[in-house]
Structure formats: structure tokens, C-alpha cells
């Protein structure tokens, strides 16, 4: 007041006025009327604030509205007000200031834009109604009673009573969980009871103590319901509603603490875990692949190679002989390997291969290998299953008994030995000449000769 008088009076009656405040104030006298309007508008703000707030908005929607929001509105008045009152007294556009100052503001705006996005996300959040002080938020890992809402974060109490400052732009991002003041807000407990209750009584029991259990709702009944039947026990859910939500962990153990009783005045023991041991005795393993042993000995009866042995010789062999069984494309032998054993093909074929080109295809009753057995040489072949093959091997082992006691055989399977790589190269030959009238035929259909 004393600042608008000194205007007024310099405007209007100079002479009224000291000399030496005429002498301070006479030059700058568009100062001075700026000064003596600022309490006014401060005023004309308060005033406009109590009304709009105070007045209109507590008696429709009966509830006082965030501090927050009241501060962006009187900003708003205060930057309306002061612009005007700016362009009027001092005759400049505010535009024209602003320009000026246009790298200044944006300088400003990047050093300050993580406290902008919490104030956008501030008020995003109460344009939207989200919560109010009193509510219990829980924002990622905290949960907590609602104190107060800043410009920057909004604080909350955590039910350990320690003090949480949450960002708004965190709590914008997050996902927000929240249970208003007085509103009815539900909880879940589980309580095991043993199988031989009947659900009805258990029901009965569980909602009685719940009920009576200090901040529980009484005008919304709290409810039991079966909730899982469990390996030891049937377990039920009670269903309640508080309205003081962060009361949430006293109120749970107070209805642990009564179903407890309740359930020791009813003769209802709690339920220990209950498991059924039975020994396991595993199977025993067997294949479908798996051949009796006549049908070895006779397989092995029906080789030419082995047709010196004599029955017992043979009997030997099929004892100690070992039976495998391939998949289709595996590799029964690689060239270059070391072997002492034979193979018989029992069921299936395979593809005998010598620098990746087939010379043979042995199926059932054929013998590949026989000079590993004999002689102790490499393989000179490869032997690839071309089916899924059984075959039977024999090792040095199982024939080195019958040549120490019978000498003269060696010279018995030296000579089929023979004769069957004389049966392979003759093969052999046929396959070349063979190839070799076809390349001819070839060329002369080519050139037409």
C-alpha cells in the first residue's frame, strides 16, 4: 500500500510529496508503478485461488484438491497478470523481451529437462486423478502411504516406515498400483486345512474369525472359497476388504493369528506335508533288435567263409560273438582304421567304398572285414549302412581257440579267403569294362561315329 500511495501521489500531486523521495522515485517513476502493482496482483491471485478451490471445487466433488495443481494454477494467473501489467506500464511488447532471451531459454530448458519431464508427468498425473495424499501407491519395488506431491517427486511412507521419494517421471513410466483412502479395498489369504475337513465347515470356521479381526470391513462380509486341492492339504482362500489398506500386514497376521485358534477350539490340526515313497525297480533293457542265439549260430552257419569250422568251432564263435546295430547314412568302417574283427550283415545292406566310390553291396548273410580278422591289417575300405542295418562282428578273440587247437585251419580260411578276393577283383573287372563300353558308347553317340 505504502508503494501504490507513493505512486499515486507522484502521479498525481508531485508537490506532496518529500523532495528527496521525489528526487529518487521522480525519474523512475514507471518502476514505481510496476512495484506498487505487484501486491495487488499477489492479492487478486490469493484471492482467485481461494474461490476457484476453496469454494467452488470442495463443495461439488466434497474433496480439497492437490497442492499441486493449486500451484500450477496460481503460476498461471501470476504469468497472466504480470505480462500484462509488464506491456502496459512499461509500453513493450513481451514478445520482443522474449526474443532476446530465446538461446538463454532453451540453454535453460536442456540443463533442466530431466525436473521438466517431473513436473509434465506431475501434472499429467493429477489432471488424471491417479492418486491423492492418503492413498497407498505401489510404484516398482515400493509401496507405501502418499505424504506429499512436489513439483519434482512424489513422497510416500513404505510400510516399514521409512521414507520413499519416487520421481513423477518414474512413477509416470512404471506401472502404478493404487488403493484409495476409504475405498474398499480387497486382500487374499491362503490357509491349508486337511483333506478330512469338510469344505463346508472349513468355510464356516475361516469366515467367522476373519470377520471379527479389527479393520476388517464390515460393510463388505469377508468370504471363504476352495481355492486348491493340494498334495497334503485342500487350501482355501479368504477374501477380505480394508479400507486403511496400509494396515494390510497387521490385519493378515491378526486373521492368521484367529483362524489359528479357531481352528484349535474346532479339534483341527494343521496340516504336514505328506508324500508316498514307493521303491522304482527300472525295467530290464532290451531292444527289439536283440537276436536269439540260434538265430546267430545260424546265421553264422550259412557263411561260406566259416564253412572249415566244425559245429563246435562254431558253437564258439557264436557264444563270443557280439551283436550292433547301425542307423541308416552311419559309418560301420572307415578306411585306414585298425580292426581285428569281421562283420556279418544279418538284416539290411551296406555299401562297401573306396575313395568315396562304391565297389560292393553286401546285404543279409554277406562278410566285410575278414583281412582285420585274419591278418591284423587296416581297413581298405569304408562300409556305410545304406538301411538301418544288424550285423554280427567276430573278434580275434573268439576265433584265436579254435586255430590253436585246429592248426590246419588257418590254411582252409586262407584259401576261401582267396577265392573271394579273387570273386571281388573279377567284380571289379566287370565294373571297369563295363564303364569303360559305356564312356565309349558315349563319346561315339557324341560325335556320331
Known amino acids: 500500500m505504502v508503494l501504490f500511495t507513493a505512486w499515486v501521489l507522484l502521479s498525481h500531486e508531485p508537490k506532496a510529496v518529500p523532495a528527496n523521495v521525489r528526487d529518487v522515485f521522480g525519474k523512475n517513476l514507471q518502476v514505481l508503478h510496476f512495484a506498487a502493482f505487484v501486491p495487488l496482483i499477489i492479492l487478486l491471485v490469493r484471492i482467485l485461488d481461494t474461490f476457484a478451490f476453496d469454494v467452488v471445487m470442495s463443495r461439488r466433488r466434497g474433496v480439497s484438491p492437490p497442492p499441486l495443481l493449486r500451484d500450477i494454477v496460481a503460476i498461471g494467473f501470476y504469468l497472466i497478470f504480470f505480462t500484462a501489467a509488464f506491456s502496459v506500464i512499461f509500453e513493450r511488447s513481451v514478445a520482443t523481451v522474449l526474443t532476446g532471451t530465446t538461446v538463454i531459454a532453451a540453454v535453460l530448458a536442456l540443463a533442466a529437462q530431466e525436473t521438466l519431464g517431473n513436473l509434465f508427468a506431475g501434472i499429467a498425473l493429477h489432471m488424471e486423478d491417479s492418486y491423492e495424499v492418503g492413498d497407498v501407491i505401489r510404484s516398482g519395488d ?6 506429499t506431491v512436489s513439483w519434482r517427486a512424489t513422497r510416500i511412507r513404505t510400510f516399514n516406515n521409512d521414507i520413499a521419494i519416487l520421481p513423477n517421471s518414474l512413477i509416470a513410466r512404471d506401472r502404478l498400483e493404487v488403493h484409495p483412502r476409504g475405498n474398499f479395498n480387497a486382500r487374499v489369504l491362503s490357509v491349508g486345512i486337511d483333506w478330512h475337513v469338510a469344505p463346508a465347515v ?54 492368521r493369528k484367529a483362524v489359528w485358534y479357531a481352528m484349535r477350539r474346532n479339534n483341527i490340526s494343521v496340516p504336514f506335508p505328506i508324500r ?11 531292444t527289439s533288435h536283440d537276436l536269439p542265439r540260434d538265430e546267430v549260430g545260424k546265421m553264422l552257419r550259412g557263411v561260406e567263409l566259416l564253412s572249415p569250422l566244425s559245429e563246435e568251432a562254431l558253437d564258439t564263435i557264436t557264444d563270443a560273438a557280439t551283436v550292433h546295430f547301425y ?16 562283420f556279418v550283415v544279418h538284416d539290411g545292406a551296406v555299401s562297401v567304398r573306396v575313395q568315396e566310390e562304391e565297389v560292393a553291396r553286401l546285404e543279409s548273410g554277406k562278410v566285410f572285414g575278414e583281412m582285420a580278422l585274419l591278418t591284423g591289417e587296416a581297413r581298405s575300405a569304408d562300409v556305410v549302412a545304406l538301411t538301418d542295418v544288424t550285423a554280427i562282428e567276430i573278434g580275434k578273440s573268439a576265433l584265436e581257440p579254435t586255430l590253436h587247437s585246429h592248426p590246419e585251419l588257418a590254411a582252409a580260411l586262407s584259401h576261401k579267403v582267396m577265392m573271394r578276393r579273387a570273386q571281388l577283383e573279377n567284380l571289379r573287372a566287370d565294373a571297369m569294362q563295363e564303364e569303360e563300353k559305356t564312356v565309349l558308347s558315349r563319346i561315339r553317340d557324341y560325335f556320331g561315329l
Open 142 to 147: 515400493y509401496i507405501g502411504t502418499v505424504e
Open 202 to 255: 472349513a468355510i464356516d470356521i475361516l469366515s467367522k474369525a476373519a470377520a471379527h479381526v479389527e479393520g476388517v470391513s464390515r460393510e463388505m462380509p469377508c468370504f471363504a472359497r476352495v481355492g486348491v486341492f493340494g498334495d497334503s492339504s485342500v487350501t482355501y482362500e479368504i477374501k477380505y476388504f480394508v479400507r486403511d489398506y496400509s494396515q494390510r500386514d497387521r490385519i493378515d497376521a491378526d486373521i
Open 276 to 286: 508316498a515313497y514307493q521303491p522304482y525297480t527300472p525295467p530290464e533293457a532290451k
Open 327 to 342: 542307423s541308416k547314412g552311419e559309418a560301420v568302417l572307415r578306411h585306414g582304421a585298425a580292426g581285428d574283427s569281421m
